[in-house]
């Protein structure tokens, strides 16, 4: 279903109950909190919380076949530790949130090839990500410094990298 552009300030409970449940768009509502019962959702592969007010996203998430996850322009301070159980995720744009870090396993996430975290406040990016073949990276607006010199494992597979308004003082490995 399509719950976007309402007043929701969390999602609602009778939707958790459609197992069988593929696509949900939250997007551009209020919600504050995922109850855990979204675990129910067995069959869940798209799953859009973009636009709301999302401080935390719930570890149960991490146990659906999401394969695409869009939590931009929330409030997350972080992402879930059991993010890497998500072994189907290809796409996962958590753009325009409050990140400082990203989970230490995310290099385990081997299906991902889009990763979006433009506008938040990383500082490093982790050297995990250099085993990903990850087609698309969007690092825009962030404070990151200097890139992992293993950076350049990604070239092989990487159609676009945004690095732009980042305090960087060296360029990429493979520019240079």
């Known amino acids: 279903p399509d719950?976007?552009?309402?007043?929701?300030?969390?999602?609602?409970?009778?939707?958790?109950?459609?197992?069988?449940?593929?696509?949900?768009?939250?997007?551009?509502?209020s919600i504050r909190y995922i109850p855990d019962m979204v675990?129910?959702?067995?069959c869940l592969n798209f799953l859009d919380l973009s636009r709301n007010q999302l401080t935390t996203l719930p570890r149960e998430l991490c146990h659906l076949p999401i394969q695409i996850?869009?939590?931009?322009?929330?409030?997350?301070?972080?992402?879930?530790?059991?993010?890497?159980?998500m072994q189907q995720l290809a796409e996962l744009d958590a753009s325009c949130n409050r990140l400082t870090h990203l989970p230490p396993r995310m290099g385990e996430l081997h299906s991902l090839r889009s990763l979006l975290l433009r506008g938040?406040?990383?500082?490093?990016?982790?050297?995990?990500?250099t085993q990903l073949q990850l087609v698309r990276l969007d690092l825009r607006g962030n404070r990151i410094a200097q890139l992992p010199l293993e950076t350049r494992r990604m070239a092989e597979h990487l159609v676009d990298l945004f690095l732009d308004d980042n305090p960087l003082t060296v360029p990429p490995p493979t520019v240079s």
Not at 4 to 19: G, M
Request: proline share 5%.
């Open 120 to 129: 938040n406040l990383l500082l490093a990016v982790p050297v995990e990500l």
């Open 39 to 42: 675990c129910n959702l067995q």
């Open 3 to 29: 719950l976007s552009k309402n007043r929701f300030s969390e999602l609602p409970e009778e939707v958790l109950h459609f197992q069988f449940l593929e696509r949900l768009h939250c997007y551009h509502n």
């Open 69 to 85: 996850l869009l939590v931009s322009n929330n409030q997350l301070t972080s992402l879930p530790d059991e993010l890497c159980r």
